[in-house]
């Protein structure tokens, strides 16, 4: 009796009736007073879609399929708000076998519930973000050589839950002719000289071989020693943006094409006029000497 009223837990014996006697820690949890709650039936301060489960429980430890039930439900608190509980119940019998009653533990998780839906809601926006923006995530385990990755990831990457995650099978997805160069970079620049994964290059895609481009970032943790740990990071698919870039300075060729043959046109045009203006001068000089020679001899 000591240890039921003065547990920090909400405890409760609850009759084969499912009427109610509780200690003060679980009136303190839904706001009730002890004499609001002696004798209240179990269901009247259950949430509605919780009775269903909370019966199966009930019915699984008066058949004797299993000795204890925990699960979690959420209670009705008297200000009608609801309180996630867990919820440890065992159902004592007597030495005939008579039932007697269902001796309860009851722990508020409402907080741990509602971070846990935070979370799960984080993770959510998360997951639709890269969706939407088609950014994969990942974390290699430097010293497990293994790596995990997103749904978004392995998209990109054409593979399947059965891929061989290590950095031997990231350098197979490399295109065949960067993988010597992005092995290097790995080695070289990521790890010895501790600088950050940033990175564009060339993958094959397992399922179909089709070449993307692709842009990786990361950054790496070493432990006190110096060695790499572990690299969290992204990978983008940006094959549309390289196709436009490849357009882009294909036309800007093109164009600087286009202005240099003008240019040595008009520049030959000038050549021609200069030459022709030349004759022109010449021309009118000779005409000017031989109207002042007429003058002259018109004179004399």
Same mark, same amino acid.
């Given at each position: 009796?000591?240890?039921?009223?003065?547990? /920090?837990?909400?405890?409760?014996?609850?009759?084969?009736?499912?009427?109610?006697?509780?200690?003060?820690?679980?009136?303190?949890?839904?706001?009730?007073?002890?004499?609001?709650?002696?004798?209240?039936?179990?269901?009247?301060?259950?949430? /509605?879609?919780?009775?269903?489960?909370?019966?199966?429980?009930?019915?699984?430890?008066?058949?004797?399929?299993?000795?204890?039930?925990?699960?979690?439900?959420?209670?009705?608190?008297?200000?009608?708000?609801?309180?996630?509980? #867990?919820?440890?119940?065992?159902?004592?019998?007597? =030495?005939?076998?008579?039932?007697?009653?269902?001796? +309860?533990?009851?722990?508020?998780?409402?907080?741990?519930?509602?971070?846990? =839906?935070?979370?799960? %809601?984080?993770?959510?926006?998360? #997951?639709?973000?890269?969706?939407?923006? %088609?950014?994969?995530?990942?974390?290699?385990?430097?010293?497990? =050589?293994?790596?995990?990755?997103?749904?978004?990831?392995?998209?990109?990457?054409?593979?399947?839950?059965?891929?061989?995650?290590?950095?031997?099978?990231?350098?197979?997805?490399?295109?065949?002719? =960067?993988?010597?160069?992005?092995?290097?970079?790995?080695?070289?620049?990521?790890?010895?000289?501790?600088?950050?994964?940033?990175?564009?290059?060339?993958?094959?895609?397992?399922?179909?071989?089709?070449?993307?481009?692709?842009?990786?970032?990361?950054?790496?943790?070493?432990?006190?020693?110096?060695? /790499?740990?572990?690299?969290?990071?992204?990978?983008?698919?940006?094959?549309?943006?390289?196709?436009?870039?490849?357009?882009? %300075?294909?036309?800007?060729?093109?164009?600087?094409?286009?202005?240099?043959?003008? +240019?040595?046109?008009?520049?030959?045009?000038?050549?021609?006029?200069?030459?022709?203006?030349?004759?022109?001068?010449?021309?009118?000089?000779?005409?000017?000497?031989?109207?002042?020679?007429?003058? +002259?001899?018109?004179?004399?």
């Amino acid at each position: 009796r000591s240890i039921f009223e003065h547990s /920090p837990l909400g405890k409760s014996m609850t009759g084969t009736d499912g009427s109610l006697t509780v200690n003060q820690a679980f009136c303190n949890m839904l706001g009730y007073s002890r004499d609001e709650l002696l004798n209240t039936h179990w269901k009247d301060i259950t949430h /509605p879609e919780d009775i269903e489960l909370s019966e199966e429980m009930v019915q699984s430890l008066i058949k004797g399929e299993i000795d204890k039930a925990s699960y979690e439900k959420r209670y009705i608190h008297k200000n009608g708000s609801f309180i996630w509980a #867990e919820i440890t119940t065992s159902l004592l019998k007597s =030495d005939t076998g008579d039932l007697l009653f269902f001796i +309860t533990s009851v722990k508020d998780i409402s907080i741990r519930r509602m971070v846990e =839906d935070r979370l799960k %809601q984080s993770n959510y926006l998360l #997951e639709e973000s890269q969706k939407l923006a %088609q950014l994969g995530s990942y974390i290699l385990d430097f010293k497990q =050589d293994v790596w995990q990755s997103s749904e978004v990831m392995d998209q990109i990457f054409g593979i399947d839950m059965d891929f061989e995650r290590n950095i031997a099978g990231w350098l197979q997805l490399v295109h065949e002719d =960067d993988q010597r160069m992005m092995e290097k970079y790995l080695r070289e620049e990521v790890i010895a000289n501790k600088k950050s994964f940033d990175k564009e290059y060339r993958i094959r895609k397992m399922d179909n071989k089709e070449m993307r481009w692709v842009y990786g970032k990361g950054k790496v943790d070493f432990d006190l020693q110096g060695h /790499p740990e572990t690299m969290i990071g992204t990978i983008q698919d940006i094959s549309d943006r390289k196709a436009k870039d490849s357009k882009l %300075q294909e036309y800007h060729e093109n164009l600087e094409k286009m202005v240099k043959e003008r +240019t040595k046109s008009l520049e030959e045009k000038n050549r021609e006029l200069d030459s022709a203006m030349k004759v022109f001068v010449g021309r009118e000089m000779t005409i000017r000497k031989l109207q002042e020679r007429i003058k +002259t001899l018109e004179s004399k």
